[in-house]
């Protein structure tokens, strides 16, 4: 099977939540969500099946403290799961649609 095509948009959505995982502290809480963000965009470019690291990293975000930063981690990633469609459950089957 070959890698599933990640369009730019869903490229470009992934991007926005790691630029706002970087603006997280540096407690445990936020380095998990990092390190969510850091496996979420492997399987994305793997063309693996996503939904594990979104469901992981949807658990992480709502683990951070209230604040804006989160709001915006929570908006990125609602909207990376409708652009993936099915919640990411799997790149590799909407590739072969």
Do not use: C, H
Request: hydrophobic fraction near 40%.
């Amino acid at each position: 099977m070959r890698p599933a095509e990640v369009n730019g948009n869903e490229m470009s959505l992934l991007a926005d939540l790691q630029r706002y995982g970087g603006w997280l502290g540096k407690d445990f809480v936020s380095n998990e969500v990092r390190d969510d963000l850091r496996e979420l965009a492997n399987a994305m470019r793997a063309g693996t099946d996503a939904s594990i690291w979104l469901q992981r990293l949807d658990k992480d975000i709502q683990r951070l403290q209230a604040g804006g930063v989160r709001k915006m981690l929570r908006r990125a990633l609602r909207a990376l799961q409708a652009a993936l469609g099915d919640g990411g459950q799997s790149l590799t089957d909407s590739a072969q649609r």
